[in-house]
């Protein structure tokens, strides 16, 4: 038990500056008997002048865990696993099963003719296409199929179930889940489908058919849910939008050629809580450096590069992951002088936003802070 409630202490008037006295841990035990306590003693702790976060950054390269993940396939089963999934675990979040923050990301393997048992949850999910021919997803019944780079939603409380062909290969995809926050937030449900399969509803990939056109939507289309309608989001149409905006603007200092994807009912973020982005760096280009109030994981979707972290540098190649924790600093470099390279990512903004959270802030020439308006 800690005994010493003068711990932290700070001097900046406006700030908690009690000293320990025999009266004053004497009143601290009688209010501990009675379920309660003096602010003062906690108070510069549980309110940091700026974000704290818990989790460290890291990679995971793709050369090392790819064989791990295929060696799943034959130690367990889809309907004993439930889901066959390696989940990516921060040294500092394994209680939560987090990759970063409070989001949770894992990559999940098929073969051909398998399929996951259908289920909902509280959880928002989302995944992005690694490698394999052949995978679909059927979300509430819209059935899509699922090539390289594709990233597909599966929003919170829709039915969803996830196989791969007969005739396709071995698949491995990247899952991003809220999962941590949402059990932080203790509003966690989770149910199996009565029958394990829900039924084909829509024409297949009729959600992209209808709504991934870019600048377009269908005419008079009611859309009420608080999700994208478009649930799957191509690649080839994504890379040659990177390609078009490259060809005019510079970009953002901080994160070059950048771009959200969106709900096109809205505009607004695809989910409520998570968000997901992809971003270009041309030949040799390089990022200024910031943070912002927000967990992300990166994916390299295309050609090499590296990220410094909190001042530590790691390099990446196509495939790997890494996470920047929030209101850490971190900037971007495309390793190679003829190629472009391409980062996926999803993120917790949509979350941070919504609750009024959110901030930036560059690293300036000097090393001094400046905000961003
Ligand atoms: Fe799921
Ligand atoms: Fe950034």
Redesign the pocket.
Known sequence: MNTRFDSYRETTPGRANVGDSPDLLAYYGRLSELGAGALWTVANKIEPWQPVPHSAPMIWRYLDLREAVLRALKLVSPEEAGRRVIYLANPNRQDVAAAVGWLYSGLQVMAPGECASSHRHSASALRFIMEGSGAFTNVDGHKMTLGRNDFVLTPNGTWHEHGVAENGTNCIWQDGLDIPLVNALEAGFYEVHPDLRQAISYPIDESSSMWGSPGLRPAGADWQRRYSPLLKYEWEPTYEALCRYAAVYDGSP??AIHMDYVNPATGGPVMTTMGASIQMLRPGERTRA?R?VGNFVYQCAKGSGWSIINGQRYDWSERDIFVVPSWTY?EHGNSSQTEDTCLFSFHDLPAMRALGLYRQEALGENGGHQPIT
């Open positions: 901080f994160d910031h912002e971190h």
